[in-house]
């Protein structure tokens, strides 16, 4: 069974960094493309970034760009979100997901396996 685990969420000050990981298993487990949506309070869950298993192409929310980074991590079948200059409005829980075929990426419907999220907060 497909299983998606996040780490790296926690409390950081505006302007500053965190670091999410996404782990996935089994480790035979071949995705087509890894997104990370977030869902703030009261809010829908949304797109944020996504990347194919090739690592070719990447995909990022407006909002995102030129801060966020989404990346291969070093251990297998991982997936990482390296977050820079976090503004409050980034504030949210995090969610990584796993699509099964070519899908589209952030399309939340086309994602077929969900973490159970890590929350960020960014204080002002």
């Known amino acids: 069974q497909v299983q998606l685990v996040e780490s790296g969420g926690g409390l950081v000050q505006a302007g500053g960094s965190l670091r999410l990981s996404c782990a996935a298993s089994?480790?035979?487990?071949?995705?087509?493309?890894m997104g990370w949506f977030r869902q703030a309070p009261g809010k829908e869950r949304e797109f944020v970034a996504a990347?194919?298993?090739?690592?070719?192409?990447?995909y990022y929310t407006a909002s995102v760009k030129g801060r966020f980074t989404i990346s291969r991590g070093s251990a297998r079948n991982t997936v990482n979100l390296q977050m820079n200059n976090l503004q409050p409005e980034d504030t949210a829980v995090y969610y990584c997901?796993?699509?099964?075929?070519?899908?589209?990426?952030?399309?939340?419907?086309?994602?077929?396996?969900w973490g159970q999220g890590t929350q960020v907060i960014v204080s002002s």
């Open positions: 997901a796993a699509q099964n075929h070519d899908g589209i990426y952030d399309s939340r419907e086309d994602y077929n396996y």
């Open positions: 990347s194919t298993w090739s690592a070719l192409n990447t």
């Open positions: 089994p480790l035979t487990f071949r995705w087509y493309v």
